[in-house]
């Protein structure tokens, strides 16, 4: 009955609801010595959690900096993929990509893995246990910024528990 997701669908076809805004985050396995030179950019989870960092205070890493690094992106079909690549290129590099794949998650996880770096949303980050093998990284430019929405076709019956469940606070 609902969809949620972070691109805009026709709206000649279907209603919508704010969710809530998302931000895109690096997240590089700790291990890797291109941490050593940024400890300063680097992001508690807790302040993620919290929202902290969306702070003007933060600032955000250079991402060129990643250059030399492998990158796990999500394929170009996906939001984040695209937007992954849109910020390397306003960055004036290309990824280096050793996987290319179809969620998030699996993402996340193959980067707690140390097997690469992927773009992460706060809003996964704020719902998966912590994990000590990750060290978080705030991304400049507005490509990293995006609504995510609930949507349902227009013109079909809203249940009284979508209703309720679209006043739920989901913060």
């Not at 076809?13 to 895109?24: A, R, V």
């Not at 492998?70 to 992954?84: C, E, M, Q, V, Y």
Request: aromatic share 12%.
């Amino acid at each position: 009955d609902l969809v949620i997701d972070n691109c805009i669908l026709d709206n000649q076809i279907f209603e919508h609801y704010i969710y809530q805004k998302e931000q895109l985050l690096l997240a590089v396995p700790k291990n890797y010595s291109v941490n050593t030179r940024l400890q300063k950019y680097q992001i508690p989870i807790e302040e993620i959690r919290n929202g902290q960092f969306r702070s003007s205070h933060i600032p955000s890493v250079p991402l060129n900096k990643f250059e030399n690094e492998p990158f796990i992106i999500l394929r170009s079909d996906n939001d984040t993929g695209k937007r992954a690549l849109t910020i390397c290129q306003e960055n004036h590099f290309s990824p280096s990509v050793v996987f290319r794949l179809d969620q998030q998650m699996t993402a996340y996880n193959i980067a707690c893995l140390g097997m690469g770096i992927t773009f992460i949303g706060d809003l996964l980050l704020s719902r998966v246990p912590t994990n000590s093998e990750l060290v978080f990284y705030k991304l400049p430019g507005q490509s990293s910024k995006r609504t995510v929405f609930f949507y349902w076709k227009k013109g079909r019956y809203i249940s009284r528990a979508m209703e309720e469940f679209l006043k739920l606070p989901f913060s």
